[in-house]
Nanobody
Framework: VQLQASGGGLVQAGGSLRLSCAAS????????MGWFRQAPGKEREFVAG????????RYADSVKGRFTISRDNAKNTVHLQMNRLKPEDTALYYC??????????????WGQGTQVTVSS
């Protein structure tokens, strides 16, 4: 599966952004999907994950209540709605896929990343 992320940008603290990830290839619904991020000088970290049918989602503690992950299997897309953004959310955001339909843990498939910058 190939992944293409988009939707990043510059936003003021308290604002919102919606990231999108388009997947190509067959059997998109066989994959769990997720978003990860990497800030300068830091390791890549998990942000949010969603199971094959959207029935299970999970979030990093730092984004719970502010970010929402969703997917549309008919359109082979996954989204990350980010609200009440904080400067510490600034990072390069990656979408990822794993052929475990229930949970994303060690995804082998990665998109190219989209930059999110939150100004204070």
């Amino acid at each position: 599966v190939q992944l293409q992320a988009s939707g990043g940008g510059l936003v003021q603290a308290g604002g919102s952004l919606r990231l999108s990830c388009a997947a190509s290839g067959r059997h998109f619904s066989d994959y769990s999907m997720g978003w990860f991020r990497q800030a300068p000088g830091k390791e890549r970290e998990f942000v949010a994950g969603i199971s094959w049918n959207g029935g299970n989602t999970r979030y990093a503690d730092s984004v719970k209540g502010r970010f929402t992950i969703s997917r549309d299997n008919a359109k082979n897309t996954v989204h990350l709605q980010m609200n009440r953004l904080k400067p510490e959310d600034t990072a390069l955001y990656y979408c990822a896929a794993e052929s475990n339909p229930l949970k994303i843990e060690f995804p082998p498939y990665w998109g190219q990343g989209t930059q999110v910058t939150v100004s204070s």
